[in-house]
């Protein structure tokens, strides 16, 4: 069974940083499109970072420069670093994984996943 579990979410104020970590479960780990995405009140999800593949990232350009996204294929864990976080972060972030699907799909696109976790929510005051 497949099972996407995000942690690491909390409240930070403006220029903070956090650390959010994706535990994955129930399938090889590499080799597949893994993102970040997060939806805030009232707005649709969008993608913040994702691999579209072992190595090539993806990035929003709201978040270029502030965020990077990595991965330890022995852990089967994804993670996202968010540097000088502003108040517009703030959102319910959500980890993504492609396992089906041939082609290429849009790396930042909520339709590319097949897979999503839970959420964790991020909250950054001004």
């Known amino acids: 069974q497949v099972q996407l579990v995000e942690s690491g979410g909390g409240s930070v104020q403006a220029g903070g940083s956090l650390r959010l970590s994706c535990a994955t479960s129930?399938?090889?780990?590499?080799?597949?499109?893994m993102g970040w995405f997060r939806q805030a009140p009232g707005k649709e999800r969008e993608g913040v970072a994702a691999?579209?593949?072992?190595?090539?990232?993806k990035y929003a350009d709201s978040v270029k420069g502030r965020f990077t996204i990595s991965k330890d294929n022995a852990k089967n864990t994804l993670y996202l670093q968010m540097n000088d976080l502003k108040p517009e972060d703030t959102a319910m972030y959500y980890c993504?994984?492609?396992?089906w699907g041939t082609g290429w799909v849009p790396p930042l696109g909520r339709y590319s996943y097949n897979y999503w976790g839970q959420g964790t929510q991020v909250t950054v005051s001004s």
């Open positions: 691999f579209d593949g072992d190595v090539s990232t």
């Open positions: 129930g399938y090889t780990f590499r080799g597949y499109y």
């Open positions: 993504a994984a492609r396992l």
